[in-house]
């Protein structure tokens, strides 16, 4: 299978914390890591330099097996759920996709937010604001705008927080799905639920390092 | 370019929206240079100076003291609900967010400018609606824009940031305010293009180093 991010000898620290060291991680399309780690081991620290919102203080990051030249053409392909907020307060679920969607793009915007929509079960609250959500909602939406590009590389940063679990079965319905169609998902959490087998692959942070592992 | 320049509208569009629902930047501008204004013109007598000489000093401190406090405005939802971070990961250029900054502090000066401007015709008795004026102010307002969409980005990863970017931000704009006052005293009192060229050639000379300075480091800014 085609390698989708390959990272090498990566190390980072934010001033005397040395949180990842010598990490190497490679994941291909079609295929899903799930991390697990302590609080504070890394895995947030993991999901940031996977989409290059932070830089490894050394250490080579590779894109569909090069170094990456062309950061936009690599953040075209990504979809990453921060353990942040993601989404303007002040505007309603609609604003926040169709305003995602023009950031990527999209032809046609309306026919990926009505099929995230309906995926995630936000259609009919899609003129409410975002503030005036509960924040299982808010995460739902957030699941929504990462996948209205259809990304390659699925990043998510803890997605179970604020889900009940109905949500989370159909979290794992849309990582089956996503799995099939290809993309390559990278999966940091603590949550036992992920454990079951969706067909993904584990790991876990220890000692600053990553190492694989056949069972939760 | 036909993706980046809708990316850019629709960038703009979320910081225009998302400040007419606040109406943060617009309000405290406004009442911050209303207030000064109406301070200085109940403190001076204006029967003994002439208001031509004195007018141009106290709207340009104005708008750049409410500026400065305005600006981060433009930033705070960015910084509060930290949104940042999801703007960086999307395909556009980080040029894109300054420019949008920019444009949108820009628009949003001028609609507080047209106000303030006004009021000072009333209380100061100066014609400000001349040709060269609009032109300085122009000049003047993309300047304090450019400078602003910069230090602003500064301060999204700082504390305090509402008290630190005036003493970043007023520093470096000083030629840009020596030259919106000197010039529009000149167009006060003289009204004649040639007059005020030079002027107008430092304003846009200051703007020619400051916008591809703050472009050049903007992303580093904001980038961690």
């Not at chain 1, 947030?44 to 950061?71: A, M, Q, V, Y």
């Not at chain 1, 936009?72 to 679920?93: A, C, H, P, W």
């Not at chain 1, 705008?145 to 849309?174: F, G, S």
């Not at chain 2, 040639?194 to 846009?204: A, M, R, T």
């Amino acid at each position: 299978m085609d390698e989708a991010i390959s990272l090498e000898n990566i190390t980072k620290s934010f001033g005397n914390n040395l949180i990842l060291e010598d990490l190497n991680l490679k994941i291909v399309y079609g295929e899903v890591l799930c991390v697990s780690g302590r609080n504070g081991s890394g895995k947030s620290t993991l999901i940031r330099i996977l989409s290059r919102l932070i830089n490894p203080d050394s250490g080579n990051f590779f894109f569909n097996g090069k170094p990456i030249h062309d950061s936009k053409e690599f953040r075209k392909n990504i979809g990453v759920l921060l353990d942040s907020n993601m989404l303007y307060q002040d505007m309603t679920i609609l604003e926040n996709l169709k305003f995602s969607s023009s950031l990527y793009g999209i032809k046609n915007p309306q026919k990926n937010i009505n099929y995230v929509s309906e995926l995630l079960g936000i259609s009919n609250y899609l003129k409410s604001r975002v503030k005036e959500l509960s924040r299982g909602f808010k995460k739902r939406t957030e699941l929504a705008k990462i996948l209205l590009h259809q990304p390659r590389i699925i990043l998510l940063d803890e997605p179970e927080i604020n889900l009940d679990k109905a949500t989370i079965e159909t979290l794992k319905d849309i990582i089956v799905q996503e799995r099939k169609k290809g993309a390559s998902i990278v999966l940091c959490t603590h949550s036992e639920q992920f454990n079951e087998p969706i067909g993904q692959k584990f790991a876990y942070i220890k000692d600053r390092k990553l190492i694989l592992s056949k069972n939760p | 370019m036909k993706h980046s320049l809708s990316a850019l509208g629709y960038l703009i569009w979320k910081d225009l929206l998302l400040e007419f629902r606040s109406k943060e930047f617009i309000v405290s501008v406004l009442i911050f240079s209303l207030l000064t204004i109406i301070i200085f013109s109940q403190s001076i007598n204006l029967t003994t100076m002439n208001p031509n000489e004195i007018g141009p000093a106290i709207l340009w401190v104005s708008i750049a003291f409410s500026a400065s406090i305005g600006i981060p405005k433009i930033y705070s939802k960015e910084k509060e609900e930290n949104t940042l971070e999801s703007l960086l990961i999307t395909p556009i250029s980080r040029d894109l967010i300054f420019f949008s900054k920019l444009i949108s502090i820009f628009i949003l000066l001028i609609i507080t400018e047209i106000i303030i401007f006004s009021l000072s015709i009333i209380l100061f008795n100066i014609q400000l609606l001349n040709p060269i004026i609009i032109l300085i102010s122009l000049i003047t307002t993309f300047g304090y824009s450019t400078v602003g969409a910069l230090f602003g980005a500064m301060m999204i990863r700082t504390r305090s940031s509402e008290f630190l970017l005036p003493i970043l931000f007023l520093p470096i704009i000083i030629p840009l305010l020596i030259f919106a006052i000197g010039s529009t005293e000149i167009a006060l009192q003289l009204n004649d293009w040639g007059k005020c060229l030079p002027w107008i050639g430092l304003g846009i000379t200051y703007n020619l180093i400051f916008f591809p300075i703050s472009i050049f480091f903007f992303e580093k800014v904001i980038i961690d």
